[in-house]
């Protein structure tokens, strides 16, 4: 069973530009989430979709990221303009159902902003 | 609010030998879930064990166990016999109740303990 996908593995950018991240998550899966990790932290949930639906966006700094999910399978997060402070490993994670509490996640896309 | 604490930044082990990573909760709800994930340097999460709030035993998957305390909010992780390629980040996990006092699969993490295997 092939994992969760996730591209590009590595982004650099200038401060201001714009990016966008993929990710397509095991077959079959209905949950999908995007984590922020900074250098030294934890992972912290930016958004979570159950098919093409948000069931959480609460912590999506929604003037600057956003994210779709429009068929309910792959998913797209972008950051337009981004900041220094948004330098940061990009998570996807994906459950086969929103009860389930196994998350499996990708490789991450770390983003350097300069 | 809800909160994971992990107090050691970094810790060596022997290879072979036993290891404990310490994890403290605060939650004031009934119910929750507490997780622990592996994440080595290729980036990925792993998820390693779970222990449910209402589980009476502790929670074990091969070579980890987890070391639930109930009354002290901890969760601490064992690994035995620990072998070179557990080598890695070591993140402690939380999920997050809903409004309505269920669970919901938000997680909240630590900041992670670096674990070093020494041969």
């Known amino acids: 069973e092939a994992g969760v996908a996730q591209s590009p593995r590595y982004k650099i950018i200038e401060k201001r530009q714009s990016v966008a991240f993929w990710c397509n998550p095991i077959?079959?899966?209905?949950?999908l989430y995007w984590y922020q990790q900074i250098l030294g932290q934890g992972p912290k949930l930016l958004i979570q979709?159950?098919?093409?639906?948000?069931?959480?966006d609460s912590q999506l700094p929604k003037d600057r990221f956003s994210a779709e999910r429009l068929k309910g399978v792959d998913s797209t997060l972008k950051i337009q303009p981004a900041k220094l402070e948004d330098s940061a490993v990009y998570l996807c994670?994906?459950?086969?159902?929103?009860?389930?509490?196994?998350?499996?996640f990708g490789p991450g896309t770390r983003l350097t902003v300069t | 609010a809800q909160k994971i604490t992990q107090t050691q930044p970094g810790m060596f082990v022997q290879e072979k030998e036993a290891v404990t990573l310490d994890c403290t909760y605060d939650?004031?709800?009934?119910?929750?879930?507490l997780f622990w994930y592996k994440q080595p340097s290729s980036g990925e999460m792993i998820f390693l064990i779970y222990?449910?709030?209402?589980?009476?035993q502790n929670a074990t998957e091969g070579r980890y166990s987890l070391n639930f305390q109930k009354a002290r909010k901890s969760a601490n992780l064992v690994i035995s016999a620990s072998q070179l390629g557990d080598s890695a980040m070591y993140f402690c996990?939380?999920?997050?109740?809903?409004?309505?006092?269920?669970?919901?699969?938000?997680?909240?993490f630590g900041t992670g303990t670096l674990l070093a295997v020494q041969p």
């Open positions: 222990q449910g709030s209402y589980d009476q």
């Open positions: 996990a939380m999920r997050e109740a809903a409004d309505d006092g269920g669970a919901t699969n938000k997680l909240i």
């Open positions: 979709f159950q098919n093409n639906g948000v069931v959480d």
């Open positions: 077959s079959g899966h209905a949950t």
């Open positions: 939650t004031s709800d009934p119910s929750y879930g």
């Open positions: 994670a994906s459950s086969h159902r929103l009860g389930d509490y196994e998350q499996y």
